[in-house]
């Protein structure tokens, strides 16, 4: 695995390589499987990361948004592969729901 001691001697270029490895097919899964994203990333979301600067292109994911999708809308995976789910109270609103899995 690239994210170990070697990565804290790796080369500039060799890291941000390996972030974009990372990211594009993230940004590829959220938009197929999570309505919100695919709206928000548009229709070319396996083209939308071409390099890190393309993180500036990207939306921000907000309250308002993970309040929208309440309870489950943003989630990638299906409910059964979550094993944590964390809710707020929803004190000022609506409440928001972050879920974990294994990895």
């Known amino acids: ?3 170990n001691r070697a990565a804290e001697t790796a080369e500039r270029d060799e890291i941000e390589a390996r972030q ?3 990211l594009q097919p993230l940004v590829t899964r959220v938009a197929e499987r999570v309505p919100h994203y695919r709206a928000a990333f548009g229709l ?3 083209s939308a990361i071409s ?3 393309s993180l500036r292109e990207l939306p921000f994911t907000t309250k308002h948004d993970l309040r929208a999708g309440y309870p489950f809308g943003m989630l990638a995976v299906p409910r059964s592969d979550c094993i944590r789910i964390h809710g707020s109270s ?3 609103g609506k409440p928001t729901v972050v879920a ?3 990895a």
Do not use: P
Request: aromatic content about 16%; overall charge neutral.
């Open 1 to 3: 695995m690239f994210w």
């Open 20 to 22: 974009l490895e990372l």
């Open 44 to 46: 070319h979301a396996s």
């Open 51 to 53: 390099s890190l600067d």
């Open 90 to 92: 929803g004190t000022k």
């Open 100 to 102: 974990y899995t294994r």
